[in-house]
């Protein structure tokens, strides 16, 4: 990625950011190089939770264009100030939100029940937008967690595709706490090969955070989901 080049004019948060863009940037092109791919296959979405709208202008200043958020009361009005950005919805979503979601996402990366489809496909048919799909694997037994299990997804994915305002773009995970990350994203990565044999255009895997980029992009992340490591910890954010 090309690192924004209006240095002079980024105040001190926009330097500090610059520096760890800079960081992440070399961490994705490290992990891709040592896998034997090109680094332009890796996107970077920038997840933005719980910092100002200002830190995503400083973001897109640098030169990030694709930033993620996993709640819509805090996404929807940052989406609605910096429209010019690929929004990427990253976290568990209720029906009631979809029609909101929609109005701004150009992706979501955490579908993971019939009942959302239906309930997205028609909020983006009533916006007149086509929306990006990645089905959420789930990794361990436990349902509370987000995430559908690997035997749910090929009905999910047909459902996808019959959908008129969906597009079925892939598979996103989040490895199990305490899991080691290469192992998981091994077996995401496997399952998610699986749903493209019958499903080729779920190229996207979107895999990886701050602390497992790297063992992400091993195992064949196409998008990296990257927030502690860009803009630092969210321990100003109480909620
Ligand atoms: C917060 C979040 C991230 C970013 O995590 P970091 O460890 O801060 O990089 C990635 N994916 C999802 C689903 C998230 O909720």
Known sequence: MRIGNGATELDARGREI???????TGRIGGAARAAGRD???????AVTKTFGVD???RLAA?????VGENRDQEAAPKAAAVPALRWHFIGQLQRNKARSVASYASCVHSVDRVRLVAALDLAA??????????LQLRLDDDPAHGGAASRQLPALADLVEEAGSLRLAGVMCVPPSGADPDSAFAAAAAIAADLRRTHPTASMFSAGMSGDLE????????HVRV????????EHFLG
């Open 18 to 24: 610059a520096a760890n863009l800079q960081a992440v």
């Open 39 to 45: 680094p332009a296959s890796v996107r970077l979405v």
């Open 55 to 57: 830190d995503v202008r």
């Open 62 to 66: 640098l030169g990030v264009t694709d």
């Open 125 to 134: 048919q009533q916006a007149d937008r086509t929306l990006d799909i990645c």
């Open 215 to 222: 063992a992400a992009i091993r195992n064949g992340a196409t």
């Open 227 to 234: 927030g502690t490591a860009l803009l630092g910890g969210r």
